[in-house]
């Protein structure tokens, strides 16, 4: 018993000087950078466990500076937090800061780093997301999106309408965001009381609460051993929703593989097997290694989730904004009535729609849907700001930090989309400095082509079909709340609706 005591002490006093002679040895090969002191081995266990890092973090950068690092357990995690350096990293340094972090829960997640948004900078990646990009421009030619999102909006518009009273706007955004994204994959049009689309649906919530949109850190992730000694319940409940939510998705990419037609476009689903079918008619192995079901299925997940979490969330803040702000949801649809009238909004009307897609652009900087993004990793040792950043750290960029930077945003809680139009009215020809809701550099986000255009004709439909205020009495909440790390949502609100268009021309 004395033994194993001695030998105990003698492992952790091991472990410990181990830990010392390492730090020691880093602080003095590198220039790191600043950040509050922190419990060895722990980290800032009080600042990264704990809700709203993206602002804890940016209200330390007054401390600090732009550029402020964390110890998370044994790792280091560096937090950019102001236009400069995050355009001299994702710019300037792109391929530097490429990577991504092996984080258990990501890898679980992707099966091993095998879809776009959570793998590693290699060349397999570049590859995978070229088919992809590739696959949305080939699904995106024609009007299918448009008609499709015209569709689905005519459903639950029609929904809408037969409201009598107060009710929570957040509950159509989920569905309208969820049926569009499933049609947009699958290329089928579900009842909103379809039972799969129920089940779907209720596992994404899910996902979103345990687990945010690829951002927020599980205890095993910063600790991986913890997976395999003492898996936390919340690990174990992710591991059950990623289990349920591949079953459903791969059941759908096997019967589009079944049913697939070379030169029938039905869906993304289908412009993905295209690609692939393009490679086998090349008769290029190495590239059909690179599109085997597991990568396709893979993208289809980006995607589908990604593009759900962001759409849905876009549209409820937007909706809580124009129903707070009437003055701002009076001018868009004047705006609306003037370019489009009666007729059925499309997308050729998007480019004289200017105040309409200003308050899109403001909503999405004031409410910086994912605060932190998906956290890059250095691919080599690198600078910026003037620290070094050894290679393999975790960068987060603080979006949320940028969005609100006095320097460039006058009174930055204030929701204004005239900071997007110029003097005569119109969207300035070049995007204003420090607004990054779709990142930059080699990890721009994938579905910007498809979210800007598809976000717009939804908002529009909404404010052509709906005078939308809220409830008599009820003050407006324009502020938000934590979801989970890195998401803030609106507070909860709820609106009335009156038709001010009852036929659109078709």
């Known amino acids: 018993m004395i033994s194993l005591s001695l030998n105990i002490q003698t492992l952790v006093v091991s472990v410990c000087v181990g830990l010392l002679v390492y730090y020691v040895i880093k602080r003095i090969r590198y220039r790191l950078p600043p950040g509050p002191w922190c419990i060895p081995i722990i980290g800032n266990y ?33 937090f950019l937090n102001n236009n400069e350096v995050v355009l001299e990293a994702l710019v300037k340094r792109n391929t530097d800061f490429a990577g991504r972090t092996p984080f258990p829960s990501g890898e679980m997640f992707t099966d091993g780093g095998k879809d776009i948004a959570l793998s590693t900078f290699t060349p397999t990646w570049r590859f995978h997301r070229k088919v992809a990009g590739k696959a949305l421009r080939h699904y995106l030619q024609g009007d299918l999106l448009e008609n499709m999102i015209q569709d689905n909006m005519t459903k639950f518009l029609d929904k809408m309408a037969k409201e009598r009273g107060p009710f929570e706007f957040n509950n159509y955004a989920n569905l309208i965001v969820f049926s569009q994204l499933y049609t947009i994959c699958f290329g089928e049009k579900k009842s909103p009381d379809d039972p799969e689309v129920k089940s779907l649906l209720k596992l994404d919530e899910e996902l979103v609460e345990t687990w945010g949109v690829g951002v927020f850190m599980l205890f095993e992730d910063v600790f991986p051993y913890l997976k395999d000694i003492f898996p936390s319940k919340t690990w174990r409940k992710l591991t059950k929703i990623t289990e349920d939510l591949f079953k459903v998705i791969r059941a759908k990419f096997y019967e589009h593989k079944a049913t697939f037609q070379s030169g029938v476009n039905r869906d993304f689903t289908d412009s993905l097997l295209t690609a692939r079918q393009e490679a086998e008619n090349e008769g290029d192995e190495e590239t059909l290694e690179k599109l085997d079901d597991t990568y396709l299925i893979q993208t289809i997940m980006d995607i589908f989730l990604a593009g759900t979490e962001t759409t849905r ?53 004031r409410a910086s849907l994912v605060a932190l993004g998906i956290p890059h990793a250095t691919m080599c040792d690198t600078k910026v700001g ?100 890195g998401i803030d949502i609106p507070v909860d609100y709820k609106i009335v609706v009156k038709e001010r268009q009852k036929e659109i021309k078709i």
């Open 46 to 78: 009080q600042i990264y466990s704990a809700p709203g890092l993206h602002r804890k973090v940016a209200e330390l950068s007054k401390t600090y500076g732009p550029v402020v690092r964390l110890s998370a357990g044994p790792s280091a995690w560096v």
């Open 313 to 365: 969330f876009t549209l409820d803040w937007f909706i809580n904004f124009m129903s707070g702000i009437p003055e701002f949801q009076s001018k868009c649809q004047e705006e609306i009535d003037r370019v489009v009238g009666s007729d059925r909004i499309s997308m050729k009307h998007r480019n004289a729609l200017d105040f309409t897609e200003a308050c899109l652009f403001e909503t999405w900087r």
């Open 386 to 485: 003037g620290y070094d950043i050894p290679k393999g750290t975790a960068v987060f960029i603080n979006i949320w930090a940028l969005h609100n930077d006095p320097k460039y945003w006058k009174d930055p809680e204030k929701f204004d989309p005239y900071r997007f139009l110029d003097q005569n009215g119109k969207l300035k020809a070049t995007k204003p400095e420090s607004w990054l809701p779709f990142s930059a550099g080699r990890r721009v986000c994938l579905g910007e082509t498809l979210a800007k255009p598809d976000i717009l004709l939804m908002c529009a439909n909404l404010l052509q079909r709906f005078e939308i205020r809220l409830p008599p009495g009820v003050k407006p909440q324009l502020g938000g709340r934590v979801l989970s790390d």
